[in-house]
């Protein structure tokens, strides 16, 4: 396994007399092959940005581990030890502010090699990255510009020129195309897509969308209030999803029965902030087909074959 | 659009460079030796030999005017740099790793801040006693919250950009940050404020020079021509009124270039500009 994450969870507190916890995350486990590609799909602000951050050791987490081949990546204090910076990237969301305003793209380019002591000017790095401009489809007359007089297109892919300069093992894709025109969104999936495979990288691909999450994943994993709820190769949950929460979004996928869907949209009610629901199911307040049973919290279980599923009904058919 | 085409922020940095022209050359330009003293022609107003009039010692006052612009400009530059780089380092750290550091220098701001400034001026100044580096770390003592206020602001809404996040995977360190990505980005405000603060400055320098803290009396200082020439308000008011279009002519000429600065720096002009 490339990548393995296990039991990460994280937790904010706010205010100073009567401190409140803000679970964000909660014992999120996933793994992740080399050459694969794992989609995590979500409503916004259901961690999916937490996730990624904590993976790649921005914000240290409350508590879980997470192995790079086998080994794990974090010191105690939650930091990401030394050996592992540059092997683990990823592509943000917003092109605007992905790259320095004040630098040239070149220099952005060539940073991350001067990061890594590698010095940029050896003939193989330029040689690397000139390839890299090429491959991602950019010419270099795009080198002395600054980004502000780029496209967002463009700017994502010199960004991909510049995370993959380092060849690393793992690439989070954070919502990299939610902010683009969908003639360039298309054309950037396809340039990521073929560059994983060329180069046999484990992505880690974001998104809210799950056209775009369908095409482009091996497996599908969907997330729901911090915790992930149902696990599973793409084909098999788009065919036969099995958590009613899954089931509501790809109902809004194919826009089928928008009215009884809109009922179930999950929104976050006052006693879950409150705390009443606290051993319950995630979906519980929101669940067309909530149960007794649901009060207790149920846990990922496999369904059938490499589908898992955290819902008691699903469990029991 | 140039900053040339400002109109006010052109004729600041005209005005600034002539201090600064006189400040150099002074002792070639100054008509009289600005200490000696004569006392038969003391009070004279106005004439050919003294076009602005002789003081209460006969000592030309052009010629100490034009030697005030030293000092002046050593006081306004040399507060502004210290308060700035004292300010960005503050505040740069404040807004880097905030939690308790962020807390501690924040709070240390509240309560300069909650002092009077000039009147903490006045008490750092005589407690150091005259002189002019002992003005210049007064005025720095009371100038500096503001610079590490809006560096704080600044880095604070920075470094949650998308490219920080970036160049961290890369494995760069928190210094490299700083320095390389952060400080570049946040800038902009601080050479605004730092422009218009050299004539706040001055001002201020004025003002503890008039109430008797600044260079030893025989130095040429505008706020001490001021505070020497008021006994003659009535019968010379040329010692007074020529500091005086001195000292606001300065500071005019810092604030002009303030807000030239900060129309040409503010990045919604320059978009105007590019659609």
Same mark, same amino acid.
């Given at each position: 396994m490339l990548l393995r994450v296990e039991k990460i969870s994280k937790e904010y507190t706010s205010g100073i007399f009567r401190s409140r916890r803000h679970r964000v995350l909660e014992e999120v486990t996933f793994a992740l092959a080399q050459g694969e590609t794992l989609g995590l799909v979500g409503e916004s602000g259901c961690g999916k940005s937490t996730l990624a951050?904590?993976?790649?050791?921005?914000?240290?987490?409350?508590?879980?581990?997470?192995?790079?081949?086998?080994?794990e990546v974090f010191s105690r204090g939650g930091r990401l030890k030394k050996e592992f910076f540059g092997r683990m990237q990823i592509v943000f969301q917003h092109p605007e502010s992905a790259l320095n305003p004040r630098m040239k793209v070149w220099d952005s380019l060539l940073e991350p090699l001067l990061l890594q002591k590698k010095n940029p000017l050896k003939e193989e790095h330029i040689n690397r990255c000139s390839k890299l401009l090429r491959r991602v489809g950019l010419g270099e007359e795009y080198l002395c510009r600054y980004p502000h007089e780029l496209s967002g297109g463009q700017i994502q892919r010199i960004v991909l020129a510049q995370v993959l300069s380092l060849q690393p093992d793992l690439l989070i894709a954070d919502e990299p195309t939610s902010q683009l025109d969908v003639s360039v969104q298309a054309q950037v999936l396809r340039i990521l897509k073929d560059i994983q495979v060329e180069n046999n990288i484990g992505l880690l691909f974001i998104s809210h969308d799950l056209d775009v999450v369908g095409w482009i994943s091996d497996r599908i994993a969907v997330m729901l209030r911090g915790q992930i709820i149902e696990h599973a190769p793409a084909g098999l949950i788009r065919r036969k999803p099995l958590h009613p929460y899954t089931r509501l979004l790809l109902g809004n996928y194919s826009m089928s029965d928008s009215k009884k869907a809109s009922r179930a949209v999950p929104r976050r009610s006052m006693e879950l902030d409150s705390g009443i629901f606290e051993n319950a199911c995630v979906y519980f307040s929101d669940c067309p087909q909530a149960q007794q049973e649901c009060r207790q919290k149920p846990w990922l279980q496999e369904v059938s074959d490499g589908h898992y599923a955290a819902c008691w009904q699903a469990v029991r058919k | 659009m140039c900053i040339l085409e400002n109109k006010l922020a052109f004729a600041g940095m005209v005005i600034i460079a002539m201090l600064v022209i006189l400040a150099l050359f002074a002792p070639l330009l100054a008509p009289h030796d600005p200490y000696v003293? #004569?006392?038969?022609?003391?009070?004279?107003?106005?004439?050919?030999?003294?076009?602005?009039?002789?003081?209460?010692?006969?000592?030309?006052? &052009? #010629?100490?005017i034009i030697y005030g612009t030293r000092i002046s400009l050593v006081i306004g530059l040399g507060v502004t740099t210290m308060s700035t780089i004292?300010?960005?380092? +503050?505040?740069?750290?404040?807004?880097?790793?905030?939690?308790?550091?962020?807390?501690?220098?924040?709070?240390?701001?509240?309560?300069?801040?909650?002092?009077?400034?000039?009147? @903490? =001026?006045?008490?750092?100044?005589? &407690? @150091?006693?005259?002189? !002019? @580096?002992?003005?210049?770390? =007064? +005025? !720095?003592?009371?100038?500096?919250?503001?610079?590490?206020?809006?560096?704080?602001?600044?880095?604070?809404?920075?470094?949650?950009?998308?490219?920080?996040? =970036?160049?961290? !995977?890369?494995?760069?360190?928190?210094?490299?940050?700083?320095?390389?990505?952060l400080l570049p980005n946040v800038m902009t405000p601080i050479v605004v404020m730092a422009s218009a603060g050299v004539g706040y400055v001055i001002l201020a320098a004025a003002g503890l020079s008039f109430l008797g803290l600044g260079a030893e009396p025989p130095a040429p200082v505008w706020g001490a021509m001021l505070n020497y020439g008021k006994a003659y308000l009535q019968s010379a008011p040329h010692l007074t009124i020529f500091p005086g279009l001195a000292i606001m002519i300065t500071v005019l000429a810092f604030n002009f270039l303030g807000d030239g600065l900060r129309d040409q720096l503010d990045p919604r002009m320059k978009n105007l500009h590019f659609r």
């Open positions: 951050r904590i993976i790649l050791g921005l914000t240290p987490p409350s508590s879980g581990k997470v192995f790079l081949l086998g080994q | 003293q #004569s006392l038969g022609q003391s009070l004279i107003g106005p004439c050919r030999d003294y076009p602005f009039g002789t003081d209460e010692f006969g000592r030309c006052v &052009l #010629s100490r004292i300010g960005v380092v +503050l505040g740069m750290v404040a807004g880097f790793h905030n939690g308790r550091l962020d807390e501690i220098i924040m709070r240390v701001v509240d309560v300069f801040l909650a002092f009077p400034g000039l009147i @903490l =001026a006045l008490v750092v100044a005589g &407690l @150091l006693g005259p002189g !002019t @580096l002992n003005v210049v770390i =007064a +005025l !720095t003592v009371v100038g500096w919250m503001g610079y590490a206020r809006v560096i704080r602001g600044a880095v604070l809404a920075e470094k949650e950009k998308e490219y920080i996040g =970036a160049v961290q !995977t890369f494995g760069a360190g928190d210094c490299y940050i700083m320095l390389r990505h």
